[in-house]
């Protein structure tokens, strides 16, 4: 399969929700209507100042944005080579990139006359932000999230209760992310007439993989200006992890039309891309799922395979349509992080910079420790530091317990 | 298929619809039962192809998937199961009714070729709306397949020429907003509901999600061209089956003896109505 090189990689999709072959509206007929109509309320709300001016001012007094872009000065000495710079995405209210896209989806929820939110969440980071933002505007939130994640990140799950959000354990599947959005899904099909679909990330039908994308795009939009302030040019490279790739294509989406940057996708590779793990671009291919066509994790028969990940942020058999398109077109390269790899890059940018990652970024960190000390020290190197890693404290301090018992 | 709507139409009675998964609660099983839908009464048989991940689907048909899928079910066996229906069944006309990634996957030109001549009378493919025509429902008409499309309640006037522009063999009106097994469905909603599609459709509508009981299945039918019932019969399925989930000696015909009541009910409605 070749994608032809275009003009431009930033003019996608195109009227029917395309990036190439990939993307689309895979849904039944049931949420149709609603899909046209979302997509028509959103090029609205785009085009209105008024919205525009509002969401800013919420990312401003909020949200707390812009985020710093951070020299990560020691992290940079410890590996000898590219100048290492944090964008501090995890300093956002509710602690991820997340609430940039909650919150234009729940202003647009709230013009077209939407009471009740639902979302799927993995980590329980989107999840967190769906039901703070639903707080705030006085919403009805349900959150849908794998009966394996409720486990593995109950610091999430007791935000989100103690916000007022209701979260349904999904005991289907292998009660992860990929389970919770097909539960979110039927909660739609049936709730239809009342309920605004807030998905977290740049996948689904569109019109979510591009709208999403432009409420994330925030994060590259500061970076451009950020760096040229810090050091009077553009970066050199950007590294940012994927399970759907919000806060990668965030990241990346300015800057796809400069040729200069160099761009590194990391997937999570969980025990070993040829055992478990969620690298669908490594060890997929394109299939349909969730209301796109995008590279999938599947057998022989078209059956979805069970993701693994260390990270339930990451632990998904598929990738944003948008993605799929870039790896493709060769613009973005995809690279991916084991779990071990992810754990390691944790623990070294607590001790080094006093900064706790999630098990998310750690991944992208895993593969900055591989790529900044082969670049000169002249490169400048931006890594999307997406989410804060309290969260994961309970089970990376477990992880550690077990490691040190069996040493 | 138009040929059975014709002779339905002639006798004066509405279709009595029927869907169960490929391949639950194991291949052989699944074939014993298909063949003994048309002997309880079933007009149509439509074929569950089994998938992962059933977005539109409530737990019983999920469950009839899964287990379908760990008995060793694959796409290529259920065009096998259609395949080994025709060999005692050339009348019934058959539906294949699943989500569009195996297909895919398969191929859609080699699957096309594969269910004609397996006796595929027709497809519904929850995942495919009218805004992805040129995926599967062009290729599937090109190769004379029927094309059978979901409408619902949310399908309103200025839309449903979109929904039925490329359909055809019968209309599946979902007759509630939801998942498979969900509420019970209202038969003067229906009603009204049906009437609406046909002033835009000459086709068949046949109604669906929500029928459980011979009763229902009357209303129902008296309303449209034809009752479909799915989760009921994967319910029976289930409870014949033995603590590991395996069929037992009762098992086709705790589907079957369902079918036969539900043919009943479908039936008394044409009697009702004269």
Known sequence: MTTAIPNSYRIGPDERGHFGIFGGRFVAETLMPLILDLEKAYADAKADPAFQAEMNSYRTHYVGRPSPLYYAERLTEHLGGAKIYFKRDELNHTGSHKVNNVLGQIMLARRMGKQRIIAETGAGQHGVATATLCARFGLDCVVYMGAVDVERQQPNVLRMEMLGAKVIPVQSGARTLKDAMNEALRDWVTNVHNTFYCIGTVAGPHPYPMMVRDFQSVIGQETRAQMQEAEGRLPDSLVACIGGGSNAMGLFHPFLDDPSVEIFGVEAAGHGLTQLHAASIAGGRPGVLHGNRTYLLMDEDGQIAEAHSISAGLDYPGIGPEHSWLHEAKRVTYLSATDDEALDAFLLLSRLEGIIPALEPAHAIAKVMQLAPKKPRDHLMVVNLCGRGDKDVPQVGEILRKRAKAS | ?274
């Open chain 2, 1 to 274: 298929m138009d040929a059975r709507f014709a002779q339905l139409k002639t006798e004066g009675r509405s279709a009595f619809v029927t869907f169960v998964m490929g391949g639950d609660p194991d291949p052989e099983t699944s074939l014993a039962i298909v063949k003994a839908l048309p002997q309880a009464g079933a007009d149509i048989i439509e074929i569950g192809m089994p998938f992962t991940d059933p977005m539109a689907d409530g737990p019983s048909i999920q469950a009839a998937g899964l287990r379908a899928l760990k008995a060793g079910m694959t796409l290529k066996k259920t065009l096998h199961l259609v395949r080994s229906f025709r060999e005692t069944d050339t009348a019934t006309p058959i539906v294949l009714m699943g989500y569009y990634n195996p297909i895919y996957i398969y191929g859609v030109d080699r699957f096309l070729d594969d269910a004609k001549s397996a006796g595929v009378d027709g497809l519904i493919i929850v995942d495919l709306p009218p805004e992805e025509d040129t995926e599967l429902c062009i290729p599937a008409l090109k190769a004379g397949l029927n094309f059978i499309r979901l409408a619902t309640p949310t399908t309103d006037d200025k839309r449903l020429p979109a929904v039925l522009a490329n359909t055809s063999g019968f209309v599946y009106y979902v007759s509630i907003t939801g998942i498979t097994g969900a509420a019970a469905a209202d038969s003067s909603a229906v009603g009204a509901a049906v009437a609406r599609i046909k002033r835009h459709t000459a086709l068949p509508v046949c109604v669906g999600f929500g029928i459980r009981t011979p009763e229902t299945a009357r209303a129902i039918a008296a309303n449209a061209d034809g009752a479909v019932v799915g989760t009921a019969l994967v319910d029976a399925l289930k409870a014949s089956l033995d603590a590991d989930g395996r069929a037992t000696a009762r098992t086709v015909s705790a589907v079957a003896d369902l079918a036969a009541a539900l043919a009943q009910g479908v039936r008394g409605a044409q009697q009702a109505a004269e």
